[in-house]
């Protein structure tokens, strides 16, 4: 799909479905949340244009914190299980 936005010239986005396209690619790969799809938008965002750069940084931003609300939790990582449960004192 990234072939289709093969440069900042790319006359996809110069449509406004081609934009609308684009911007959504950035949200999407951003929400990912794998190496590939962080590598794939970084090489996305290097093609936007100029005048669209700011809006593409809201949408990498968008998907960046949609794919923080799909994680469970960070929690303390098993952190004090070695110290079994904790019982109130009087």
């Known amino acids: 799909m990234l072939g289709l936005f ?3 010239g790319s006359p996809l986005w ?5 934009r609308r396209c684009g911007l959504l ?3 999407r790969l951003a929400a990912e949340g794998t190496r590939a ?3 794939a938008c970084v090489r996305l965002l ?6 669209l750069v700011g809006e593409a940084d809201k949408r990498m931003a968008q998907g960046l914190e949609e794919r ?3 994680l469970t939790g960070l929690g303390t990582g ?13």
Request: hydrophobic residues 30%.
């Open 37 to 39: 799809g962080y590598e």
């Open 25 to 27: 690619l950035v949200r």
């Open 14 to 18: 110069r449509t406004v479905q081609g």
């Open 68 to 70: 923080a609300d799909g």
């Open 46 to 51: 290097a093609e936007v244009p100029g005048p």
């Open 78 to 90: 098993g952190l004090f299980n070695r110290f079994g449960t904790t019982e109130a004192s009087n």
């Open 6 to 8: 093969p440069g900042k």
